[in-house]
């Protein structure tokens, strides 16, 4: 079993900025990849970015791509999330995710385990 906590999310203004945080525990294996998601009410859950085991290969979504930023802390088994230029329409709650594997991975149906999510708010 993996448990996954995120948090640092929050309300902002337009044009501000978080970072999320997501804590990794229990029986994480040697490589595994880290996703982010999010999911705004009445919508499908999205992918947003990823980040494989090294931290070498990021893949983001075409509509972040620019502004948020995924980075990782192996010797925290610690994943982050640094979003800047937030938008009104990037307001949902927020879900890490791991899976096992060498890349970085889009599809949210290889992710076998999920954090509880954190809300990010941004107002216009």
């Known amino acids: 079993q993996v448990q996954l906590v995120e948090s640092g999310g929050g309300l902002v203004q337009a044009g501000g900025s978080l970072r999320l945080s997501c804590a990794a525990s229990?029986?994480?294996?040697?490589?595994?990849?880290m996703g982010w998601f999010r999911q705004a009410p009445g919508k499908e859950r999205e992918f947003v970015a990823s980040?494989?085991?090294?931290?070498?290969?990021?893949a983001y979504a075409d509509s972040v791509k620019g502004r948020f930023t995924i980075s990782r802390d192996n010797a925290k088994n610690t994943a982050y999330l640094q979003m800047s230029s937030l938008k009104p329409e990037d307001t949902a709650v927020y879900y890490c995710a791991v899976r096992s594997g060498v890349g970085a991975y889009k599809d949210t149906s290889g992710y076998g385990y999920w954090g509880q999510g954190t809300q990010v708010t941004v107002s216009s």
């Open positions: 229990g029986r994480t294996s040697s490589t595994y990849a």
């Open positions: 980040i494989n085991w090294s931290g070498g290969t990021t």
